[in-house]
């Protein structure tokens, strides 16, 4: 069946880096640009980025811009997001999404959790 | 990148219908037809009920419908039923490629 399953989350202290990935199946990866959204605890969603089918275009939200960098492996039906520069408030549950029909997430990982302390 | 504005909250009793405005601008509702909305449930993770403003993906039950003025998207949820009690957020694909959501509207069914 179509599935995106998240991984790499964790706690990590301010100023560390992490990298997520998300690994899909049951569908032609390479046909589908994907995104990662976030949601902080008791918050609601915040859109991250978006990589193009080809993952030769993407995009960031402001809050992502410069820090993190999003990519697609297509030989590896996988999706990765390098976070850097961790802050506090990217504390938050990490979704992969896929994009559906050029503007909405129709398939929805069950989420990885991060957690910026020290 | 300013979030789309949503009610936090609304309510209806089982049978009644609700709705759920968004609010944007020209540059992201309003410049396209590119809203969609999500139902999530406590724990879990959305579910695209809307795309497009009106259409439902197949397996949605068509009390759900979606509409559009101006800069300004709605939900309309039908026949309300008490599994329908969730958090609904909607989504607009906004100017530069970029996406945007609303702050989320929480549902409850009395």
């Known amino acids: 069946q179509v599935q995106l399953v998240e991984s790499g989350g964790g706690v990590v202290q301010p100023g560390r880096s992490l990298r997520l990935s998300c690994v899909a199946s049951?569908?032609?990866?390479?046909?589908?640009?994907m995104h990662w959204v976030r949601q902080a605890p008791g918050k609601g969603l915040e859109w991250v980025a978006i990589t193009w089918n080809d993952g030769k275009k993407k995009y960031y939200a402001d809050s992502a811009k410069g820090r993190f960098t999003i990519s697609k492996d297509n030989s590896k039906n996988t999706l990765y997001l390098q976070m850097n520069s961790l802050r506090a408030e990217d504390t938050a549950l990490y979704y992969c999404?896929?994009?559906?029909?050029?503007?909405?997430?129709?398939?929805w990982g069950p989420g990885t959790m991060v957690t910026v302390s020290s | 990148q300013s979030a789309l504005t949503q009610p936090a909250s609304v309510s209806g009793s089982r049978g009644q219908s609700i709705i759920i405005s968004c609010t944007g601008s020209?540059?992201?509702?309003?410049?396209?037809?590119?809203v969609s909305w999500y139902q999530q449930h406590p724990g879990k993770a959305p579910k695209l009920i809307i795309y497009?403003?009106?259409s439902r993906p197949s397996g949605v039950s068509n009390r759900f419908s979606g509409s559009k003025s101006g800069n300004t998207a709605s939900l309309t949820i039908s026949g309300l039923q008490a599994e329908d009690e969730a958090d609904y957020y909607c989504s607009s694909y906004a100017s530069t490629n970029t996406r945007l959501f609303g702050g989320g509207t929480k549902l409850t069914v009395l």
């Open positions: 020209t540059s992201d509702i309003g410049g396209y037809d590119y």
């Open positions: 999404t896929r994009e559906f029909n050029d503007n909405a997430f129709d398939i």
């Open positions: 497009d403003v009106s």
């Open positions: 049951g569908f032609t990866f390479r046909n589908y640009g």
